[in-house]
Nanobody, 123 residues
Framework: QVQLVESGGGLVQAGASLRLSCAASGLTFSGYGMGWFRQAPGKEREFVAAISWSGSTYYADSVKGRFTISRDNAKNTVYLQMNSLKPEDTAVYYC?????????????????WGQGTQVTVSS
């Protein structure tokens, strides 16, 4: 059974940093493309960042230069380092895994999802 468990969310002030983690189990982690999405109240879930099995990365324009996605295949974990946080970054952040090993930008590309972790940025 595949499980993705996010952690690291919280309440911070604008300009602060947070690092989200997503621990994966039940899959051959190194062969999966991994992604982070977010969903703000009343809005659709949107792409944030993706990392391929080989380590190549892709970011939404809204977070480029502020967020960094990385993976540790030895720990079956993907990270999202978020710097210079803004109030508009407030959302539930979801980790996702795709059997397509590359950078996948669409929700439909992903096979498994975590339960989400809340990030709230106050102004």
């Amino acid at each position: 059974q595949v499980q993705l468990v996010e952690s690291g969310g919280g309440l911070v002030q604008a300009g602060a940093s947070l690092r989200l983690s997503c621990a994966a189990s039940g899959l051959t982690f190194s062969g999966y493309g991994m992604g982070w999405f977010r969903q703000a109240p009343g809005k659709e879930r949107e792409f944030v960042a993706a990392i391929s099995w080989s380590g190549s990365t892709y970011y939404a324009d809204s977070v480029k230069g502020r967020f960094t996605i990385s993976r540790d295949n030895a720990k079956n974990t993907v990270y999202l380092q978020m710097n210079s946080l803004k109030p508009e970054d407030t959302a539930v952040y979801y980790c996702s895994a795709s059997r397509r090993g590359g950078n996948n930008l669409r929700l439909i590309d992903y096979d498994y999802w975590g339960q989400g972790t809340q990030v709230t940025v106050s102004s």
